[in-house]
C-alpha cells in the first residue's frame, strides 16, 4: 500500500471517530494492513455514491437563497464540516409560506435525493413531519425499517412511545415537529456515517429555519452530537440540561428506542424530567398525571 492510500485511510478513520459515530469501522490502535485494506474497500463504496450528486442536484432552491445549500456541505476526503453556529436573523415567515417552503424542500430535493450512499438502501425517503408553526422540534437519529417503509419519522414501537412522550406533555403529534439527522435508513439500522450526516443535515438545517421553533428536544446521543458538533458528550452528563443551538433552545434527552430497552421507573422520571423542563420554558401548564410511557 503507498503512503497516499495510507494516508487516505488515516483520514477517513480519523474521521469516523471525530463524531464519535463510527460504530460501522473499529479504528485499528496501531495502522495495522490488514484493517487498512478493510477500510479502504469501504472507503472506495463511498466513491461511487458520492458521483451520484449532479450538478441539477446541487442547485440550491430558489426558496433559500440566504442559506448553504447541501452542496457546499458536501464532505471532503471524509471530513465533517463544521455546522453553522450564527443564530437566525431572518424574520419569520407566515404560517403558510412556512408550509409552502417544507412541501417545496421535500419535494424538489429531498426525495429523489441521491447525494450520499444511503439511497442506494432506503426505500424512501422520510423527511418529517407535524406543525410548521411548532414550538417544539424533536430530532433522532434516522428512519428505522417501520420509518422506512412509510416514509414517516417515528412509527414504529419508539414512536409509539414518543407519541406517549409529547401526549405526556398534554400536546398531540400534529402539534409538535419531528424529524432525523439523516432521511434515508441507514442499513441494518447502524449509526449514521458522519459524511452521510455532513451532507444530510443542510436538509434539517433548513427544516429548522424555516420552522423556528421555540425549543429543539434531540432524542439520543447521535442527534446531540450532531447539533453540539462534540462528539465527546455522553448522554449521562448532558441530558436535562439546556444547551443552545443557533439561538435556540436546545434540550436533550434519550432516544425512545433507549427508554423501551430501559424500560425502568428511573428512566422514565428522567425523561419527564426533561420535558417538563421544555413546558417550562414555554410556559406551558405541566399536566399533573404526564409521565413517560405510561400517558
Ligand atoms: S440520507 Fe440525506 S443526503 Fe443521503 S440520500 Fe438520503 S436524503 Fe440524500
Redesign the pocket.
Known sequence: MDAGAKNRVKLWLRSERALGLGASVTAPSSFAPDAAVQAIAIAEQIAPAQH?VSAEKTEPSALFPAISA?SEMAPRGGLVPPPSVEPFTAPSLSTDEKRRRLIALDNNE?RG???????ET?TQ?VFGEGDADAPIFFIGE?PGENEDLKGRPFVGRAGELLDKMIAGMGLKREQVYIANI???RPPGNRV?MPD?VA??TP?LERQIEIIRPKVIVTLGLPALKYMMNDPKLTMGRSRGNWREWRGIKLMPTFHPAYVLRQYTDETRAAVWSDLKQVLVELGMPIPTRGRTGSA
Request: with cysteine; net charge positive; proline share 10%.
Open positions: 451520484h447541501p429531498v435525493c441521491t447525494r450520499c450512499r444511503l439511497c432506503r425517503t434516522g439523516v432521511k434515508c449514521p452521510e451532507t444530510c436538509y
